[in-house]
């Protein structure tokens, strides 16, 4: 009888203790969730249809295959799609003086498809040179 007795209070105290724990986690979350700030929302970006991207403004894309210098004895095809490094930089210095800002591609599409602004007069710059590095000659000075 004692070892039953016993065996109950055990199985009593048992029970009475996980069950104040889950009430002491609850409780900790309930109390996390109040004190906690509730998560700013982004507004949903609706996305423009064709008509609608095709009826916004224009932006200017320049696009430079090679940036490098060569001789007058060069092919049509490297005089085409080729411009001087000194002629870069003349071109650059032009669209900046003339109020032009470059923009990044991703710009561009949140401009078309999502109605993001721009800086006014905005272009982007393309440098498409597939065999040398000419990053450090398109670089700003």
């Known amino acids: ?67 490098r210098d060569f001789s007058e004895s060069a092919g049509e095809m490297t005089k085409t799609y080729t411009v001087k490094p000194a002629n870069f930089a003349e071109q650059m210095k032009a669209l900046a003086d003339a109020g032009y800002h ?9 401009y078309l498809v999502y109605n993001k602004a721009l800086p006014e007069k905005p272009v982007m710059i393309l440098l498409t040179i597939p065999e040398q590095n000419n990053t450090v000659l398109a670089q700003p000075k």
């Not at 998560?39 to 320049?62: D, G, M």
């Not at 470059?102 to 949140?110: A, C, T």
């Open 1 to 67: 009888m004692k070892k039953a007795i016993s065996s109950a209070i055990v199985t009593l105290f048992l029970i009475s203790g996980c069950q104040q724990r889950k009430n002491t986690v609850a409780e900790k979350e309930v109390s996390i969730t109040e004190n906690s700030t509730p998560a700013k929302q982004e507004p949903r970006l609706v996305a423009n249809n064709a008509a609608a991207i095709l009826a916004k403004k224009e932006v200017p894309v320049l696009c430079y295959h090679n940036i």
């Open 102 to 110: 470059s923009i990044l591609p991703d710009q561009l599409y949140d």
